[in-house]
Every structure is written in C-alpha cells, then in structure tokens.
C-alpha cells in the first residue's frame, strides 16, 4: 500500500476573503471567541465564521482543518486586527511578581516564519526506514488538544497506511526526531512577545493569543441590540444584519443623548 496523500492545504499563508462584517457575523465570531471549546474548535469556529473563502476555496465545514496550523494563527491574527486594530494594549500578569501590568501590542508586525521546500511533507528516518509525514493541521491540533502526546503526533500526521501502530512502534528517540523535523518544516508566527516588567524589572515572555484580548464580547452586540431595538423599534434580526459599523454608529448615538427613549 502507499502513503496517504496530505490533508494539510499545500499554501503556507493562503489568502482569505473576508465575509461583510455584520452584526450575525460578529456575534458568531464573539460566541466561538469566548466559548468554552477547545483552542483548536475556537479558533476553527473564529475562521469560519470570519472568512468566506480561503486559499481560493468558499468555506466549507472541514476547511479550517486542513489549515497548516501556522496558516491558522496567521488568518486569526487578521480577524484580531479588524476589532482590536494593529496596534494596542493588553493586560498581562507579570510571571514573576504576579503584578499585572500594561504591554504595547503591534499585530500588524508580528513576524512569520517561511515554510521548508517541501511543505507540506517532511521525510524523517526512524528505526522503521525512512517514513512521510504532513505538518500539523487543524486536525492535529484537535487530536493534541484531546491527548498532548507524541505518538498521537505520529499517528495523525504520518502518511504511511499504517501510521496508526507504526506511532506505537517508534523509539523515543524516532518520536523526537519527527517532532523536531515537523517544528522545523511548520511555518508560523511568532506567539511569544517579550518585555520586562515595569514593576520588578523581570524578563517576561508572554504568550500572545488574540483570543485572550482581541474580540468582541456577545455581551456588547447584545446591547447594541437591546438599545437600537428599543429606540427604533427594530426587531433583531434587522438589526444583526446591518453592517456592524452601522449598528456602532446608532448605538453610540443613542447613548451619546441619554439612552433609550421610554
Ligand atoms: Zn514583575
């Protein structure tokens, strides 16, 4: 039998055509943000609900999936910057002195890294003979987010018929030697940001996830709705589907002259 052929999409940072930004949109976007899912099905459930096509395919259930996970953090990155801007500021606890404490963010310059000449696909000799693997995808991350261990790394990304117990069969050896190769071969952007705290002066590295500070809650668009349906008498589903610049605009001028009228 040969070798499976790669889920992972062949483009390291494929383009993406984001969906009108409307209220409906925005809400599934804040309700997968600050969901109680796994990492991987939020930043899917984000995705999708953000981009109407990606790498030139309209998004389907399963799309996200097949994503390169350094394409996954790139697209979420750009959904990050269209609420929270390029540039801006969060909150984080200092590691040593547990002080929180203020961090300059610039979304629009984190860096990435470019993917190996044969992206998708890596060779790595184990102790079975040489043997193919995809960079980790959605799909892995899913799998890794339900077990964090490296034969489960194996199984999902290895393109041999049998990758399943062949995972079971590498040395430990052969296990690091597939993670190190597939780390190597993922490109990515940097998720780690450095600084030191003002408080203590100790060297900080911070994980950066947009998903911690970047999105709208489902608490603000509710408002919004709560306070164009009582000033105009416009039912919700009106008011989900005008364009979400619009919806912010009525909102703050109501609010701007005393609220709702009684
Ligand atoms: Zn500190």
Known sequence: M???APHTLAVAYPSAVPRRMTGMVELDLAEAAHSRLPRPS??????EAMFAE???????AGLTDVLATGARAWLLLRTARVFFGNQ???TAPCGVCQQPFDLSVDLASVPKSAPGAAFPVI?????????RFEVPNGRTEAALAQQADLRVLAAVTGLAPDAGSEADQFTSEDLIAIETALDDATPDVAEEI???CPACGGDLALRLDPLDFA??????????VYLLARTYGWDEPTILAMPTSRRRRHAQMIASTGGPKR
Request: glycine content about 10%; hydrophobic content about 35%.
């Open 215 to 224: 999105f709208p809650k489902p608490e603000r668009i509710d408002r919004d």
């Open 88 to 90: 801006g500021w969060f």
């Open 42 to 47: 939020k930043v899917s459930a984000v995705l």
């Open 194 to 196: 450095t600084s030191s």
């Open 54 to 60: 990606v790498g030139g395919v309209a998004m389907r």
């Open 123 to 131: 060779t790595v000799k184990t102790s079975l003979g040489p043997r």
């Open 2 to 4: 040969s070798d499976r």
